[in-house]
Nanobody, 129 residues
Framework: QVRFVESGGGLVQPGESLTLSCAAS????????MGWFRQTPCQQRELIAT??????????KYHNSVEDRFTISRDNAKNIVYLHMNNLKPKDTAVYYC????????????????????WGQGTQVTVSS
């Protein structure tokens, strides 16, 4: 069974940085489009970053609220996907999840109501002074 374990969340002050990790098992993250999502209790789940499979010419994509602050990356040897988050803001407070689906469109063209096949349990990020 495919499994993702997210880690790296925590409580930080505005302007600080965090790096989230998504460790995968029974799936090679290099062969799938991977996404980082976030959800707050009051908002719908939103896609914030995607990375294409290794060898693809498709660039990583970001939600406009995190562009220039967040970077998605992947270590194929460790089978981990990262989300590097800089200049964190209180509005970034959420539970962050990584996910994928054998159908790339479920990630790269994610819309509210879609459910990619494989999710982790999430990691809480709280940005507060």
């Amino acid at each position: 069974q495919v499994r993702f374990v997210e880690s790296g969340g925590g409580l930080v002050q505005p302007g600080e940085s965090l790096t989230l990790s998504c460790a995968a098992s029974r799936i090679a993250v290099s062969t799938f489009a991977m996404g980082w999502f976030r959800q707050t209790p009051c908002q719908q789940r939103e896609l914030i970053a995607t990375i294409a499979p290794a060898g693809s010419s498709v660039a990583s994509k970001y939600h406009n609220s995190v562009e220039d602050r967040f970077t998605i990356s992947r270590d194929n040897a460790k089978n981990i996907v990262y989300l590097h988050m800089n200049n964190l803001k209180p509005k970034d407070t959420a539970v962050y999840y990584c996910a994928t689906d054998p159908r790339p469109a479920m990630v790269v063209r994610y819309q509210c109501g879609m459910t990619p096949a494989h999710w982790g349990q999430g990691t809480q990020v709280t940005v507060s002074s």
